[in-house]
């Protein structure tokens, strides 16, 4: 069955900083991997997805995956308060089924 | 706007009744899915759809059963609750298996059972 772990767990940054987050899946043939915004009380958003092997830009979020090593990780500039979430990895197959990470908790402190 | 929307938002059940969720989808995605998202466990998947009238099991399908009447619609129905099925339910829709598509998310149904 697929897997997809994330690290860290959690982290705790100031207002403005750089914040890094992992994850590893299992399949190199994966569609896409999608990360997603989850505040508390809410259900998950999508964010971000990136297909092929490289990085992608999308305002303060950039996304870098290599599909040899299967890996992905999201980078956040200039972190802010309202960043303050859990961050999900999801990773996309041709089955018609996404599986998801357990998260990280992300809080930003002003 | 396309949405999920997800009935009752809390529901507190005895043990051994019947419990209904309820999804609404105005995406007008063939797909459905139903999760469960317990701590350190993450999102589960437990039962799928591919469109009316078709329900799929996923990874944790036991005590639960699906209904799909509509395009929109997509029901779990646990019909002997127990405390285990203790947890917040998150329904979705999307079409994964197709380009780069992602979900949409109701807002969660928080389900005790006692």
């Known amino acids: 069955q697929e897997k997809v772990q994330q690290s860290p767990e959690s982290l705790i940054v100031p207002e403005g900083a750089m914040v890094s987050l992992n994850c590893s899946f299992s399949?190199?043939?994966?569609?896409s991997i999608w990360w997603y915004q989850q505040h508390p009380g809410k259900g998950p958003k999508a964010l971000i997805?990136?297909?092929?092997?490289g990085n992608k830009k999308e305002g303060r979020l950039t996304v870098y995956l290599n599909r040899a090593s299967l890996h992905v990780s999201l980078h956040i500039k200039d972190s802010q308060p309202s960043d303050s979430a859990v961050y999900l990895c999801?990773?996309?197959?041709?089955?018609?089924?996404?599986?998801f990470g357990t998260g990280t908790r992300l809080q930003v402190l002003p | 706007e396309a949405a999920v929307t997800q009935s009752p938002r809390n529901k507190v059940a005895v043990t051994g009744g019947k419990v209904t969720l309820s999804c609404n989808q105005t995406n007008n995605h063939n797909n459905m899915y139903w999760y469960r998202q317990d701590t350190g466990h993450g999102l589960r998947l437990i039962h799928y759809s591919y469109g009316a009238g078709s329900t799929e099991k996923g990874d944790i399908p036991d005590g639960y059963k699906a209904s799909r009447p509509s395009q929109e619609n997509f029901s779990l129905i646990l019909e002997l609750a127990t405390p285990s099925q203790t947890s917040v339910y998150f329904c979705?829709?999307?079409?994964?298996?197709?380009?780069?598509?992602?979900?949409?998310f109701g807002s969660g149904t928080r389900l005790l059972v006692i």
């Open positions: 399949d190199s043939a994966s569609q």
């Open positions: 979705a829709s999307g079409e994964p298996g197709q380009g780069n598509s992602d979900y949409t």
């Open positions: 997805s990136i297909f092929s092997n």
């Open positions: 999801a990773e996309s197959s041709n089955t018609n089924k996404v599986v």
